[in-house]
């Protein structure tokens, strides 16, 4: 079989895997990972936005395949870039608990946003207000000119 023509298989194998997945057909999702090789972490079209099995099993709101995608492998954490989420967060989204406990057992964690992440590395005051007193000064100074 030719590059191309076994790319084109693993596709149509991908493709199946995810048509399971959205059918929330567990043994067949199974059979395609473990018979097949299909990677539980294979995305589907554009790489910038498409989503994971993951995401679309916690988007369905599928705890038993969910789990089973995590037994095969697949990244609990996953972040779907378009949307910058990843499976905790489509839970938390969701307002679906079962899956936030699930997901949360299995050692889970939501993206933190932008605010908490700017929170982290906010420098300590003292520093802060140096900063800030060298930047008023350095202004100030720029409106000096020579002979001024």
Same mark, same amino acid.
């Given at each position: ?29 199974? %059979? ?40 095969? $492998? ?22 679906? %608990? ?8 299995? $050692? ?34 720029? =409106?000096? $000119?020579? =002979? $001024?």
């Amino acid at each position: 079989m030719s590059r191309g023509a076994a790319s084109e298989a693993s596709r149509a194998e991908a493709f199946r895997f995810f048509q399971a997945v959205e059918g929330d057909d567990v043994a067949r999702a199974r %059979q395609l990972v473990v018979e097949r090789g299909v990677d539980p972490n294979v995305r589907i079209g554009n790489p910038d936005i498409a989503s994971a099995a993951i995401h679309v099993a916690v988007d369905i709101g599928s705890v038993n395949m969910m789990r089973l995608l995590v037994e095969l $492998g697949a990244d609990l954490n996953a972040v779907r870039e378009v949307a910058a989420e990843n499976p905790m967060d489509i839970a938390l989204r969701r307002n679906n %608990q079962e899956m936030v406990a699930a997901l949360h057992e299995l $050692g889970a964690v939501r993206t933190p946003t932008l605010a908490e992440i700017m929170a982290e590395h906010r420098p300590p005051a003292p520093l802060a207000q140096n900063l800030w007193q060298s930047a008023i000064a350095h202004k100030g100074s720029e =409106g000096r $000119g020579v =002979g $001024g």
